[in-house]
Nanobody
Framework: VQLQASGGGLVQAGGSLTLACVAS????????MGWFRQAPGKEREFVAG????????YYADSVNGRFTISRDNAKNTVYLQMNELTPEDTAVYFC??????????????????WGQGTLVTVSS
């Protein structure tokens, strides 16, 4: 499955952005999906995850309460609504899909399909 992320850009601290990730195959509606981010010089880290139906969501402590992950399986799309952005949220954001049903929502190794990334820059 191919994943295409979009929606990144430049925003001021305190602002909001919504990222979208479109999957190329309908089968992705059966997969756990996740968002990760990677800041310059840092390792890729988990941001948020969502199960196939959207009934369960998972967040990193650093974004819990500010970010919301959701999905529209009819559109093969997963979203990441980001509010109250801070400069520490600046990173390339990647969407990912787990077609192997690993169950490891928080781990980079828990996903076997990755999008190309979209850059989010938050200015102070």
């Amino acid at each position: 499955v191919q994943l295409q992320a979009s929606g990144g850009g430049l925003v001021q601290a305190g602002g909001s952005l919504t990222l979208a990730c479109v999957a190329s195959e309908r089968a992705a509606s059966d997969y756990t999906m996740g968002w990760f981010r990677q800041a310059p010089g840092k390792e890729r880290e988990f941001v948020a995850g969502i199960n196939w139906s959207g009934s369960s969501t998972y967040y990193a402590d650093s974004v819990n309460g500010r970010f919301t992950i959701s999905r529209d399986n009819a559109k093969n799309t997963v979203y990441l609504q980001m509010n109250e952005l801070t400069p520490e949220d600046t990173a390339v954001y990647f969407c990912a899909a787990d077609s192997s049903y690993s169950g490891n929502y928080y781990l980079v190794t828990g996903y076997n399909h990755w999008g190309q990334g979209t850059l989010v820059t938050v200015s102070s």
